[in-house]
């Protein structure tokens, strides 16, 4: 069997996860809209990375930042002046490149010797410009100078510009994170791949506040916390996963240290989440720019600094992409498709079905959706073959199919059927919440 992302786009098509946008007006380039099963993984992604922030750490808090806010944030932060991408065009085909996607060192080649990679021209491609990933936008009624205000390109400067009133509001001593999920915009140049580089997208990111010193055993810590997640949370292959260390020209302007999580991807081995060590670098840039004294105060020492910030930086989007990829199985033995969630992930829990639509079996099957609907996200089928109705389950990834058949009528029983296995037991209705809560959580 060949995953191809090809195949995993078609699926979420077909199945309600993910549409592109705008699709009626020809689709709008590197956008895209997470449909009713989409929207149900992307949500319950993110509960799980908010739960393991701020309710297994207590000393992490959350925070929702606005998008807009003040222009000068992304002079300090240095976003203005370096959140950029180098260009370069062929004047041939009229394509537009990353350099750093044709040549590896983007300062020492000669541009007029290199083929174009669309069109194959020698001689054609234009020396490197520097572009701008910030959306810009203008603020009030006038576009006028003093009025532009710039789409977030990443959600941690929020953090840092109220990491005083966080801390203050909620008596935090260092050692502290704030953790935040939110929109990100940036205008890729090449957006590809599906959902994993897209202009409009999610970030979950949290900031660790240090004391400076103690800032590498933080990072060697969530390093490893992150990975774990992965690991056990999202139940992701291991051998689809590992870690890659920024070297001196990867590293972002703010960054002292950073790796990069990457999975396996269909299309090669890609970053889904970032650890960086990014010093006092944000915090020194803000009270240099605001006049504010950003300083911590650490009573016991009698001591004050700005303090180290250690930031794990997951996109949502990719972490989607990552799960859907991983999960998707082509069973050929059977001839079906399954997407084989860990059942905490999976957007629905389970599908009740009534064998067949006669006898009190629907009416008897509605019962058991009503006892299970204020405990899991569930859903009733009665339309097919009950063989064609979980098939289409399978590949939507319901890990539990339960069946009224008549001697539920007699009994009070259920089969419960398992997707990975197909393997189907005899159940009775009073067990089935603690049996499904057992193996969901
Ligand atoms: N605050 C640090 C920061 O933004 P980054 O490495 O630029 O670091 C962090 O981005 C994460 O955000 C990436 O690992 C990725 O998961 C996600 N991300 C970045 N750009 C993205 C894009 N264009 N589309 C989807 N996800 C993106």
Excluded at 86 to 96: A, F, G, I, N, T
Excluded at 159 to 171: E, F, P
Aim: proline content about 4%; charged content about 25%; overall charge negative.
């Amino acid at each position: 069997m060949e995953k191809t992302i090809e195949k995993i786009v078609s699926l979420c098509k077909r199945r309600g996860f993910i549409f592109q946008s705008s699709e009626i007006y020809g689709g709008f380039s590197a956008v895209y809209d997470y449909g009713p099963l989409g929207v149900e993984l992307k949500n319950n992604l993110s509960q799980l990375w908010w739960k393991e922030m701020t309710q297994n750490h207590e000393n992490i808090v959350g925070l929702d930042s606005g998008i807009l806010m003040h222009p000068k944030i992304w002079e300090a932060s240095g976003h203005v002046g370096a959140f950029n991408d180098p260009l370069v065009d062929c004047k041939h085909c009229k394509s537009r490149f990353r350099a750093d996607e044709i040549v590896e060192n983007i300062s020492s080649p000669q541009w007029v010797e290199i083929k174009c990679p669309s069109c194959g021209t020698t001689g054609k491609l234009t020396e490197p410009r520097q572009f701008n990933l910030m959306f810009q936008t203008n603020v009030g009624p006038v576009e006028e100078t003093g009025t532009e205000a710039f789409l977030r390109p990443e959600t941690a400067q929020g953090i840092y510009v109220n990491y005083q009133l966080v801390q203050g509001a909620m008596r935090l001593k260092v050692p502290f994170g704030i953790a935040q999920i939110g929109k990100a915009f940036r205008n890729e140049i090449i957006a590809r791949n599906f959902i994993f580089r897209t202009r409009e997208f999610e970030q979950m990111e949290m900031q660790y506040f240090v004391k400076p010193g103690t800032d590498d055993n933080s990072m060697i810590e969530w390093k490893n916390k992150r990975m774990k997640f992965y690991e056990d949370q999202l139940g992701i292959n291991k051998s689809n996963l590992q870690f890659h260390e920024h070297g001196e020209n990867e590293l972002a302007h703010y960054a002292k240290e950073a790796w990069d999580i990457e999975y396996k991807f269909p299309f090669g081995w890609s970053e889904i989440e970032g650890v960086h060590n990014r010093t006092d670098f944000d915090l020194a840039k803000h009270s240099e720019y605001s006049g504010k004294n950003l300083t911590y105060f650490d009573q016991p020492n009698n001591d004050r600094f700005i303090p180290y910030i250690i930031e794990t930086s997951a996109g949502l989007n990719r972490m989607l992409l990552t799960v859907l990829t991983d999960s998707y199985w082509e069973d050929n033995e059977n001839n079906r498709i399954v997407m084989r969630f860990h059942p905490r992930l999976a957007p629905t829990k389970a599908v009740v079905c009534p064998l067949l639509k006669k006898d009190g079996l629907p009416e008897k099957a509605r019962t058991i959706l009503e006892l299970l609907k204020p405990h899991f996200k569930v859903v009733f089928d009665q339309q097919g073959s009950i063989g064609k109705r979980y098939y289409r389950q399978d590949e939507a990834g319901t890990p539990y199919g339960i069946t009224v058949d008549h001697q539920s009528l007699e009994d009070d029983t259920v089969t419960l059927r398992d997707r990975d296995t197909q393997k189907q037991n005899r159940i009775s209705i009073d067990r089935l919440i603690q049996e499904l809560i057992k193996n969901i959580r």
